[in-house]
């Protein structure tokens, strides 16, 4: 093993690869800025030097890659404080006043709980509503008509319904279209190790360059965009006046009186946080549950049975119990985000005898952690049971990373401790309304037999997407 020096302490720094020794260097000649990329690396890492390793980052300063949940429960949870910031980012462009980037202190606290309680507010199940009436029937169009590819359809009605809890009711389609284009162009111009802090500026830059004139052009577009729905709130709704319309996250940001820029930028964050990983997920759990026939008739009879009860009400949380469970087994196996964003400390710490340097950029694999034996029975197969009542999975809170008495990590699909994700509650709501809605209303088939009817093979990046996207045989159930 490698291990270095730390220059604050006697403790040396998590092992990782000799090159290190030079540090620009070997971010140069190692790194290939993509997160695919990096997954290989740290594979390799990982199975050489255990589960903390270090890797040079931008700067002097080490990046350290923790993929054991035992030593992210330790900084995320018990330490929660001391992990709970973020490194530096460029204070322009789109993220610079996102809350996510936000230094921790009182404005991320502020951000933080406007965002919350903006959401914990929101009249989810009306937008939730109108989304699906425009989902059921274009699905419904193509159905028992061959072979549907629903994942255009599904990231269309998911970031419809997060754009009512952002911008308001009622934003026109072709405003919706055009932002929804903006949101793929912009991240698709993004230099995905830059999100993670894991480039050193120069490099960074260098790689900007060639689409910086895209990137800035696509940016403004956004703005102008975003600025023209700030704007909208701030007028009066002649047919809304009275009937007191539903406020949006817009509102609560005029409210708090932010700067333009700030308030684009924090659109951005919610639109962007919320649409892509949420309409990823849903596309994973119904890939599922293509592929897993009888779970599917399964949830399907659980659904109605819950339905038919008389105690039953569309919007009161009290669906399915193997709903929650089927969405729960697909985050745990296929979590839209691979790994947090990037964490960093106000001090030196001591973990497992090495020292992560106070300022170190800290990260963690959470997707490995969900199909870890030592946690989890045939980890790899489908078997949302586990999650019901008297299963190994029952009680975990999905929000928190942990069950109830364990000291330790078991799945983190939305992180863990003070920075993970504040939206984690809503994307469960939609995530179980639409899967409800949808087995309710069709049956989903294989398009052709055999295992490979589905291909479940991963396309690494920000989000961790279907590498080919869904394809299924609808069926309009007769008395969905
Ligand atoms: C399935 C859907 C979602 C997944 C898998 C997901 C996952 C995550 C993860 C892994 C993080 C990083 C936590 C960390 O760095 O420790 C995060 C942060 C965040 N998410 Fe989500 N998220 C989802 C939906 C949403 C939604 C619906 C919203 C808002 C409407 C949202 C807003 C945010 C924000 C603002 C942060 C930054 C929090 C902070 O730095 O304090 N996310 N999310």
Redesign the pocket.
């Known amino acids: 093993k490698h291990h270095r020096k730390c220059d604050s302490g006697a403790n040396p720094l998590p092992p990782g690869p000799p090159w290190q020794h030079l540090p620009r260097l070997g971010n140069l000649l190692y790194r290939c800025p993509t997160i695919a990329s990096l997954a290989d690396v740290l594979q390799h890492l990982h199975a050489a030097y255990g589960p903390v390793v270090s890797l040079w980052a931008a700067g002097n300063k080490p990046a350290i890659f923790i993929a054991s949940r035992d030593a992210a429960y330790r900084t995320l949870v018990r330490a929660g404080a001391t992990f709970a910031h973020?490194p530096p980012s460029w204070p322009f462009g789109l993220n610079g006043h996102?809350?996510?980037s936000t230094p921790y202190g009182s404005r991320?606290s502020l951000l933080?709980r406007n965002?919350g309680s903006h959401?914990a507010a929101a009249d989810v199940a009306s937008a939730l509503q109108s989304s699906l009436d425009k989902l059921v029937p274009s699905l419904e169009s193509e159905a028992d008509d061959g072979v549907v590819a629903p994942s255009e359809m599904f990231r269309a009605a998911v970031f419809s319904f997060?754009a009512s809890l952002c911008f308001g009711e009622g934003v026109a389609e072709d405003v919706l279209w055009k932002l929804r284009g903006l949101h793929t162009e912009i991240l698709s111009l993004v230099v995905e190790l830059g999100a993670f802090h894991l480039m050193p500026p120069f490099l960074e830059v260098a790689c900007y360059l060639p689409k910086c004139w895209r990137f800035s052009k696509a940016q403004k577009r956004h703005r102008v965009t975003v600025m023209a729905l700030i704007s909208a709130r701030q007028q009066p709704n002649r047919e809304e006046v009275g009937a007191g319309r539903r406020r949006c996250y817009v509102d609560t940001l005029l409210e708090l009186g932010l700067p333009d820029e700030e308030m684009v930028s924090l659109c951005w964050?919610?639109m962007n946080?919320?649409a892509k990983?949420?309409s990823t997920?849903l596309e994973w759990i119904m890939a599922r549950l293509v592929i897993h026939q009888d779970k599917q008739q399964k949830l399907w009879k659980d659904i109605a049975g819950t339905r038919f009860n008389e105690n039953y009400m569309a919007d009161d949380g009290r669906r399915s119990p193997f709903l929650e469970a089927v969405v729960l087994e697909a985050l745990r196996l296929h979590?839209?985000?691979h790994y947090?964003?990037a964490?960093t400390t106000d001090k030196d710490v001591y973990l497992d005898g090495y020292v992560i340097p106070k300022g170190s950029v800290v990260n963690y694999g959470l997707a490995d952690m969900g199909r870890d034996a030592a946690s989890w029975t045939s980890p790899d197969e489908f078997l949302p049971e586990r999650f019901l009542e008297g299963g190994e999975g029952y009680g975990l809170s999905v929000t928190a990373g942990c069950s109830n008495g364990n000291k330790t990590i078991r799945m983190m699909?939305?992180?863990s401790?003070r920075?993970?994700?504040?939206?984690?509650d809503?994307?469960l709501t939609v995530?179980k309304s639409f899967v409800e809605n949808l087995v309710t209303r069709f049956e989903w088939k294989p398009v052709g037999d055999g295992d490979g009817a589905v291909d479940m093979e991963e396309k690494p990046g920000l989000v961790t997407e279907m590498k080919t996207p869904l394809r299924t045989c609808l069926l309009v159930r007769q008395h969905g």
Do not use: Q, S
């Open positions: 973020r996102g809350i996510n991320w933080r965002l959401l997060f964050e919610f946080a919320a990983t949420t997920a979590p839209p985000a947090l964003l964490h699909p939305f992180g401790g920075r993970a994700c504040p939206g984690a809503v994307a995530l």
